[in-house]
């Protein structure tokens, strides 16, 4: 019986083969340890290894958010929200209007994921820029620099008020009203009558100065008068009996004159 030979390899006819399967990456090479070495005994000297776990690091702690980190929180939800709101269904089939028609739960399907996506990504990154900045701790500290500039302005209203409650500008009396609107006039005059009232004062002072020198002069004056006129009469005492004589003979020369 005679069998029919296959044809030679060149001649072959043409059989569709299927595709090949892919090629997978060859097995990595498993890792052979090292065989276990003998350890020494330990000594009394070598440290012995404990088998506790390490300590557990304290958690950080939860920083609370003060008024402005809160409403820095809900003016980014507040414009998240506005900036989706813009993306609306209606817009959204706007862009795909051949999907619109053919499958629009589809397309709503997708218009709600994509929402949901980038709220979910932003709210992500909106948290990650405020751990990485600190945004928190540090409105947090400026809440606190603005309180204690508000309690130092109170406290230094009271020490000008004397320590009692600010009053409200509205129930101060006209007269208070009118003073404090002058008040800085009124300093302004005070000094250039102060000015005034210093150069008068100085020249009373060089005046009187003038007047204690003259009254000096006039005692000395007076002394000197007051010395001729003890002179004078010293002479007067002194010439007193020689005075009747020279009066006789001065009447008796005039007699013999007139008998001539």
Same mark, same amino acid.
């Given at each position: 019986m005679s069998t029919k030979q296959p044809p030679p390899p060149d001649h072959q006819e043409d059989v569709d083969m299927p595709p090949a399967p892919p090629l997978l990456p060859a097995a990595p090479e498993q890792y052979q340890p090292p065989p276990p070495q003998s350890d020494p005994a330990p &000594?009394?000297?070598?440290?012995?290894?404990?088998?506790?776990?390490?300590?557990?690091?304290?958690? $950080?702690?939860?920083?609370?958010? !003060?008024?402005?980190?809160?409403?820095?929180g809900q003016l980014f939800q507040q414009t998240t929200s506005?900036? @989706?709101? *813009?993306?609306?269904?209606?817009?959204?089939? $706007?862009?795909?209007? &051949?999907?619109? %028609? *053919?499958?629009?739960? &589809? @397309?709503?399907?997708?218009?709600?994921?994509?929402? %949901?996506?980038?709220?979910? @990504?932003?709210?992500r990154e909106f948290e990650r820029i405020l751990e990485s900045r600190q945004v928190i701790q540090k409105l947090n500290e400026l809440e606190g620099l603005i309180q204690e500039a508000q309690q130092q302005r109170k406290r230094q209203q009271q020490r000008i008020n004397g320590g009692g409650v600010p009053i409200p500008p509205h129930t101060l009396d006209a007269d208070v009203v009118l003073q404090a609107h002058l008040r800085g006039y009124l300093k302004e005059q005070q000094g250039v009558l102060g000015e005034r009232l210093g150069e008068v004062q100085e020249g009373n *002072? %060089?005046?009187?100065?003038?007047?204690?020198?003259?009254?000096? $002069?006039?005692? +000395? #004056?007076?002394? +000197?008068?007051? %010395?001729?006129? +003890?002179?004078?009469?010293?002479?007067?005492?002194?010439? +007193? !009996?020689?005075?009747?004589? #020279? $009066? !006789?003979? &001065?009447?008796?020369?005039?007699?013999? @004159? !007139?008998?001539?």
């Open positions: &000594t009394s000297s070598d440290p012995i290894p404990s088998d506790q776990n390490p300590p557990e690091q304290p958690p $950080e702690p939860v920083v609370t958010p !003060g008024p402005r980190a809160q409403r820095l506005h900036t @989706l709101d *813009k993306l609306s269904p209606a817009n959204f089939r $706007e862009c795909f209007p &051949t999907i619109a %028609k *053919k499958a629009p739960r &589809t @397309l709503d399907n997708v218009h709600q994921q994509m929402i %949901k996506q980038l709220s979910t @990504l932003w709210n *002072k %060089k005046l009187f100065e003038e007047v204690v020198a003259q009254r000096r $002069e006039v005692e +000395g #004056l007076i002394v +000197g008068v007051e %010395k001729i006129v +003890g002179d004078v009469r010293g002479a007067s005492e002194v010439l +007193g !009996g020689v005075v009747g004589e #020279l $009066e !006789g003979e &001065t009447r008796q020369v005039d007699r013999e @004159l !007139g008998k001539v």
